[in-house]
C-alpha cells in the first residue's frame, strides 16, 4: 500500500475529442472571465456606491465574493489540463480542491437562506427592519454562514483522508469531487457516503426551508398590500434573489439523487460544469439586470469615470496651452 501523500489521481475531464476540447475550452474560459468581472464589479459598486450599504447588499457583496472563490477553485486548474494536457493531479491539491469547493458551496447554501431572512424582514416587517438587521447582526449571520459550513463539512473529509487507494487513481470528473473519489477507493466507503448523504440532506433541508418558510410570508404579506404598484415594487426586490435561488437548489439537489458513490457520474459532471461555470456568470447579471439601485450605480460609476477621464483631458490641454503661451518666439 501505497502512501497517500504520494498518490497523483488523473482526472479524465470530460471529453477526449480535440474539437469539443477547445469548444470547451473557450466556453469555460469566456464564463470564467465574465463570472470574475461581473462578481467583481457587484463588489466594487457595494464597497463604493454609498446607497448600497443595506444588509441586502452586505449579504451580495459576500455572494459575488462566494461565487469567485468557488468558480476559481475548479475552473483554472480545468483550463490548464485542457491546454496543457496534463491531467494529473496530487493527492494534496485534490484534497484542497474538495475542501475549497464544499465549504465554498455549503456556505452559498446558508447564505442564500440568510438573504431570504432579509427580505423577509425588509417587506414583513419594513419598520424594525434597521433595528433588526443592524450591522452587528449582519456581520454574526455572515460568520454564522462560513462556521456552519465548515461545522459540516470537516466531519466526512476528516474520514476521507483515511481512503486507500491500491486498484485506480483515474477519477471520473474534471475535478476533485466526492463521488468519483469514493468510487476508485478500495476502502470501506459505507460510512462516508452515508455521512456526505446526511450532510446534503441536513443542508438542504434546513436552509430549504428557511428559504420557503420566508417567501410564504413574504407572498403572504405582499397579497394584502392595497395597490398594485406596491405589490409590483415588493416582488421585484425578491425577484432576482428568487431566480438564483431555484437556479443554485434546482441544479445542485441532482448531485445527491442517487443513493451510492458507485454509480455513475457522468450526470454528475454535467451538472458540476454547470455549477461551476454557468451560475456564477448568469447570478451578476441577474442582480444587476433585475435591480435598479445595482444598475443606478454602475450607470453613476461610470459617468464619474466618464467625466474624471474628460476632466484630466481638459486639464492636459490646458497645460499644454499654458506652455505654448509661455515658450519663447522663434
Not at 444588509?55 to 475552473?75: D, G, H, K, R
Not at 452587528?136 to 476528516?158: E, G
Not at 443606478?296 to 486639464?315: F, Y
Amino acid at each position: 500500500m501505497r502512501n497517500q501523500t504520494s498518490i497523483t489521481f488523473i482526472l479524465l475531464g470530460l471529453t477526449e475529442d480535440p474539437q469539443l476540447k477547445i469548444l470547451l475550452f473557450i466556453f469555460l474560459f469566456l464564463s470564467y472571465v465574465l463570472s470574475v468581472s461581473g462578481n467583481l464589479t457587484i463588489i466594487t459598486l457595494t464597497l463604493i456606491d454609498p446607497h448600497l450599504k443595506t444588509p441586502m447588499y452586505l449579504f451580495l457583496q459576500n455572494f459575488s465574493f462566494l461565487e469567485i472563490s468557488f468558480t476559481t477553485a475548479c475552473v483554472p486548474r480545468f483550463l490548464n489540463s485542457i491546454s496543457s494536457g496534463d491531467k494529473s493531479i496530487t493527492y494534496t491539491a485534490c484534497a484542497s480542491q474538495l475542501l475549497f469547493t464544499d465549504l465554498f458551496a455549503v456556505t452559498e447554501f446558508f447564505l442564500l437562506a440568510t438573504m431570504s431572512y432579509d427580505r423577509y424582514v425588509a417587506i414583513c416587517k419594513p419598520l424594525r427592519y434597521t433595528i433588526i438587521m443592524s450591522p452587528t447582526v449582519c456581520r454574526n449571520f455572515i460568520l454564522f454562514c462560513w462556521v456552519a459550513a465548515l461545522i459540516i463539512i470537516l466531519p466526512p473529509i476528516s474520514l476521507g483522508l483515511g481512503l486507500e487507494f491500491c486498484d485506480s487513481n483515474i477519477i471520473d470528473h474534471f475535478c476533485c469531487d466526492a463521488s468519483p473519489i469514493l468510487k476508485i477507493s478500495c476502502s470501506d466507503t459505507w460510512l462516508i457516503e452515508q455521512m456526505v448523504i446526511v450532510c446534503a440532506v441536513l443542508i438542504f433541508i434546513v436552509t430549504l426551508t428557511c428559504v420557503v418558510l420566508s417567501y410564504i410570508y413574504i407572498i403572504g404579506t405582499i397579497l394584502r398590500f392595497p395597490s398594485a404598484q406596491q405589490r409590483k415594487k415588493a416582488f421585484s426586490t425578491c425577484s432576482s434573489h428568487m431566480i438564483v435561488v431555484s437556479i443554485t437548489y434546482g441544479s445542485c439537489i441532482f448531485i445527491y439523487v442517487k443513493p451510492s458513490a458507485k454509480d455513475e457520474v457522468a450526470i454528475n459532471k454535467g451538472i458540476s460544469l454547470l455549477i461551476t461555470s454557468i451560475s456564477p456568470m448568469l447570478n451578476p447579471f441577474i442582480y444587476t439586470l433585475r435591480n435598479k439601485q445595482v444598475k443606478q450605480a454602475l450607470h453613476d460609476s461610470i459617468k464619474k469615470m466618464h467625466s474624471s477621464q474628460r476632466s484630466k483631458g481638459e486639464m492636459s490641454q490646458c497645460i499644454q496651452l499654458k506652455g505654448r503661451r509661455k515658450s519663447p518666439k522663434t
